[in-house]
Nanobody, 123 residues
Framework: QVQLVESGGGLVQAGGSLRLSCAAP????????MAWFRQAPGKGREFVAA???????YYADSVKRRFTISRDNAKNTVYLQMNSLNPEDTPVYYC?????????????????WGQGTQVTVSS
């Protein structure tokens, strides 16, 4: 399985930006679908964005036109650029990878997960 490591979380004021990164050290994931999910305390894991192995992108309605997912296969890294952040964007963000899922927004289709990175947006 691909091991994933997220980074880039932190504290930002409302309206600000952050860029999350997800790396797969020593492994190639060019043939994997990659996604970001987030989870607030006491809530389920929520789909944020996904990018297929060939570069097609999908977003949750709540983040469309604010977040951008991208990948650099040469660096084995996927990114989530987050702009116009608001306090509702606060939870822990997780990176996930799957070779086979047909429903990109379903967390159960992903077999590889990172440890998560905390994003906190202050109002």
């Amino acid at each position: 399985q691909v091991q994933l490591v997220e980074s880039g979380g932190g504290l930002v004021q409302a309206g600000g930006s952050l860029r999350l990164s997800c790396a797969a050290p020593g492994r190639t994931f060019s043939n994997y679908h990659m996604a970001w999910f987030r989870q607030a305390p006491g809530k389920g894991r929520e789909f944020v964005a996904a990018i297929t192995w060939n570069g097609s992108t999908y977003y949750a309605d709540s983040v469309k036109r604010r977040f951008t997912i991208s990948r650099d296969n040469a660096k084995n890294t996927v990114y989530l650029q987050m702009n116009s952040l608001n306090p509702e964007d606060t939870p822990v963000y997780y990176c996930a990878a799957s070779q086979y899922t047909s429903v990109l927004s379903d967390y159960e289709g992903y077999s590889c997960w990172g440890q998560g990175t905390q994003v906190t947006v202050s109002s």
